[in-house]
């Protein structure tokens, strides 16, 4: 395929958009890595004419090393750590840097160069295996806008060598929100719930019911019920996971035990086998193509749902899975990046995080707004909305049978 030269617009949404074309036309077809990585070199170069160097670092052992890139000779390897792009891979995070005279331990390549970003590869799995380097002549070329434009696009390069299909299948997993027509068929279904059933569970209890809904009119409800979301009435399988401590309770009773109320502990314990089940059948579905979304709503108006699906007191609705076959826009969106693991992972005892790490963690969610801005609008939406008190209440409500001792 011969090369034909593109005009990149200024706005960075449009130009972010084409450059995404070009990367997929040039390199869509190719199967193998190096040749990948070549003509994604070429097609970011042409993209950005003030970048004085584009190219690839692949991990090998404790090192980066040289893989295909534009530009003037550059050292063939990197430590761990070291310069902007070690700094990426130890980081395990992009880095933006508008002078690199200012960055400590900067690795010189060009005297020309002024500025520099490093966007990881990782494995659809999840596994880093090299970065993106693009240096600049000029200061403050990059920016968070490119950060994430590039972050975008780089998963396309990924050919998948060496890789675990087990983690792609949990990396690539995004909640899916509307469906083709087609069902879910009922081997499908059965090889779901048995997956949820063989589950982790403490002391092989199984402290959990699945409420497999099939009733049109038992979904309808729960869609207006769940905060209105006419999705869960269309998706061809909805399951209420509820967290089950009548059953044993009832078993202790009518086997001649003398057992106490279930407490909150019992409740809490019933929660976490009723979350790794469901998971468990997420995972499932999600290697059957089908597509799934957790809707936390179901804790929501603790007298509705008791009453739709005839709950005793000490059964509670935990999660409620709708699942179908995504559509084609669902399956292309992108998913949400998450959190860096320095901030989720904390070694051997809890760090409370202060102002600035918190920010630091969050940047990734707030994107191009301020992140003030950002933030209020996410309390508003989320922490501080109608649906977020109710679901208070309604636990609350819940919690009022789990006494615990008589």
């Known amino acids: 395929m011969s090369y034909i030269e593109v005009q990149y617009p200024a706005e960075k949404a449009a130009f972010y958009k084409l450059l995404k074309e070009q990367a997929a036309l040039y390199t869509g077809e190719e199967s193998e890595q190096t040749a990948v990585l070549a003509n994604a070199a070429s097609v970011l170069a042409q993209a950005f004419p003030e970048a ?71 494995r659809a799995d999840g ?30 390069l990924d050919r998948g060598e060496g890789e675990n299909p087990v983690l792609r299948a949990l990396h690539e997993r995004k909640s899916v929100r509307a469906y083709t027509g087609e069902p879910v068929t009922g081997a499908e279904k059965e090889a779901i719930l048995a997956a949820a ?19 049109q009119a038992v979904k309808d409800a729960l869609a207006v019920s769940c905060d209105n979301q006419p999705f869960i009435a269309k998706a061809s399988a909805v399951f209420v996971f509820c967290a089950d401590c009548q059953k044993w309770y009832d078993a202790f009773r009518s086997g001649g035990c003398d057992p106490r109320l279930p407490g909150a502990g019992d409740l809490m314990l019933a929660v976490t086998d009723c979350a790794i089940a469901a998971q468990n059948a997420v995972t499932a579905a999600g290697s059957l ?3 799934s979304c957790y809707i936390g709503d179901i804790m929501e108006r ?24 995504p559509t084609r826009q669902q399956q292309e969106r992108p998913k949400l990046r998450r959190c860096a693991l320095e901030h989720i992972v904390h070694e051997n005892a809890y760090r409370v995080m202060d102002g600035g790490e918190l920010r630091e963690m969050l940047a990734c969610q707030a994107g191009e707004r301020p992140y003030e801005e950002w933030l209020a609008s996410f309390c508003a939406r989320k922490y501080q909305s109608d649906f977020s008190r109710e679901m208070t209440r309604s636990v609350e409500a819940y919690l009022k049978a789990f006494g615990g001792e008589r």
């Open 52 to 122: 004085n160097w584009v190219g690839f670092y692949l991990i090998e052992g404790e090192e980066l090393v040289l893989g295909p890139f534009q530009g003037k000779p550059a050292v063939s390897r990197i430590g761990y750590g070291k310069g902007v792009c070690g700094t990426a891979w130890r980081e395990d995070r992009s880095q933006v840097v508008e002078e690199v005279s200012c960055f400590a331990g900067h690795i010189a390549c060009d005297c020309n160069t002024h500025s520099e970003i490093v966007i990881p590869l990782r």
């Open 127 to 156: 596994r880093m295996w090299g970065v993106l380097d693009m240096d600049s002549v000029l200061p403050g070329h990059f920016t968070e806008a490119d950060r994430a434009g590039l972050e975008d696009i780089v998963p396309l």
């Open 197 to 215: 059933c063989a589950a982790p569970t403490a002391g092989n209890q199984q402290l959990y019911t699945i409420l497999d809904i099939t009733d």
């Open 289 to 291: 193509g089908l597509g």
């Open 302 to 325: 603790c007298e509705v749902h008791r009453e739709l699906l005839h709950l005793p007191d000490y059964v509670f609705p935990a999660v409620m899975l709708v699942i179908g076959r």
